[in-house]
């Protein structure tokens, strides 16, 4: 089967460690508050993340997500292309980013040098990595 994926994915060894929050519900705008999430791999046409939240696929979801990529705050708009159970209590999510040209291109950017900087080593301080602490809470069952 032909990878019909439009950009290169880089995958995670180590998850970063990002929010999420509802901004959008069926074209009406709310604001929810943020839930921690961890981001598995990353494109600049999206991300594949784990929740704890349980969102629903039948309804149109506006999402906001934030992480730190090289000490600054990457803010990104997307919707839920996919939804799979890994767990009772966890979710993987695959993202669809709704991005505008100036944000495609910056993100681009990022993503090329996390790519050639994640060949030299699994973690870099300057980007919201998930610390071994972090992830043990994370995916920890209770």
């Known amino acids: 089967m032909a ?3 439009e950009y290169f994915r880089i995958g995670l060894k180590i998850p970063l460690s990002a929010q999420l929050k509802i901004v ?7 604001d929810t508050k943020y839930a ?6 990353i494109s600049a046409g999206g991300l594949r ?18 992480f730190s990529l090289f000490h600054k705050d990457v803010k990104v708009l997307g919707t839920i292309v996919r ?4 767990s009772s209590s966890m979710y993987e999510y695959g993202i669809r ?3 505008d040209e100036n944000q495609h291109t910056l993100l681009m950017g990022h993503l090329n040098l996390l790519s050639i900087r994640l060949r030299q080593s699994n973690i870099i301080s300057s980007c919201s990595f998930c610390s071994e602490e972090e ?3 994370f995916y920890s069952t209770s």
């Open 3 to 5: 990878n019909k994926r």
């Open 24 to 30: 959008g519900i069926n074209n009406i705008l709310v």
């Open 36 to 41: 921690s999430i961890c981001v598995t791999d």
């Open 49 to 66: 993340v784990h929740s704890k939240l349980d969102l629903p696929l039948n309804i149109d979801l506006l999402l906001e997500f934030i």
């Open 83 to 86: 939804k799979t159970n890994i």
């Open 97 to 99: 980013f709704s991005l």
């Open 135 to 137: 992830m043990r809470e």
